[in-house]
Nanobody, 115 residues
């Protein structure tokens, strides 16, 4: 079982930046492709970006060029740098494996983009 704890969200002005972090427990972390997801109220959870064990990345089209996913296998952490934030990026962000481990969803971290 992997436990995931997200942090780093907050209130930011349009055009601003945030760095999200995800701390994972368990040695299995290093063997997992990890991902960030996000979910707006009343909507399905969407994939934002993935990163393989070796560091290869994938981004959803809307995030390309604005978001950067990274990981530190020694520290069991996954990060996501969010740049050029827009109002529509106001959602809760979650990390999980990809494919997601159904029982491992954390509480997420809220990002609010507002002036």
């Amino acid at each position: 079982q992997v436990q995931l704890v997200e942090s780093g969200g907050g209130l930011v002005q349009p055009g601003g930046s945030l760095r999200l972090s995800c701390a994972a427990s368990g040695s299995i972390f290093k063997s997992l492709r990890m991902a960030w997801y996000r979910q707006a109220p009343g909507k399905e959870r969407d994939l934002v970006a993935t990163i393989t064990q070796g560091g290869s990345t994938y981004y959803a089209d809307a995030m390309k060029g604005r978001f950067t996913i990274s990981r530190d296998n020694a520290k069991n952490t996954v990060h996501q740098q969010l740049n050029s934030l827009q109002a529509e990026d106001t959602v809760v962000y979650y990390c999980n494996a990809n494919p997601a481990l159904r029982r491992c969803w954390g509480q997420g971290t809220q990002v609010t983009v507002s002036s």
